[in-house]
């Protein structure tokens, strides 16, 4: 199994590691070791999201534009001390997008997550970097984050919709 890391692993929870693990934007594979997978509760407390920022609506300041690749789309959504990253992009196949995502909390990556397709889609298990990966075709997607304190519920989000 295949693993990701955005950015060198942090050594440890906190400091300018985790905060490299959340600003680089390259996808790496992971060496370490597969983790054991923790059971994921998908019952828990629903924590709704709001919609932090989206590039597809709202530009970002000049020093944050230089992240951010061209015919891309960022979003940030926030769930009390949780945040959820995605980054949207078009793949070589019609209608293709490919989602990298990542999600943190207390702004440092949750390696023990679950996001799933809230309509029924697969499950995807958060890495060391808090750090997921799918591909999607176009259309409205729904996505839940499962943590230890509740259901991270997002709004839909178009993919490959006209802006």
């Not at 295949?2 to 906190?14: D, I, K």
């Amino acid at each position: 199994m295949s693993f990701l890391q955005f950015g060198p692993r942090p050594a440890a929870r906190g400091g300018a590691a985790g905060l490299d693990a959340w600003l680089v934007s390259a996808v790496l594979p992971d060496t370490a070791p597969p983790v054991a997978p923790r059971p994921v509760h998908w019952d828990g407390a629903p924590l709704k999201a709001e919609l932090v920022y989206d590039t597809a609506v709202t530009g970002m300041r000049t020093g944050v534009r230089a992240f951010i690749q061209e015919g891309t789309r960022r979003l940030l959504f926030a769930a009390g001390e949780y945040e959820v990253l995605f980054r949207i992009g078009p793949t070589g196949a019609e209608n293709g997008f490919d989602i990298v995502g990542q999600v943190l909390h207390e702004g440092l990556p949750l390696g023990h997550a679950s996001v799933r397709q809230s309509d029924g889609g697969s499950t995807y298990p958060t890495d060391q970097t808090g750090g997921f990966r799918l591909s999607l075709a176009s259309g409205a997607h729904r996505f839940e984050v499962a943590t230890d304190d509740g259901v991270i519920q997002i709004a839909p989000i178009a993919v490959g919709a006209p802006r």
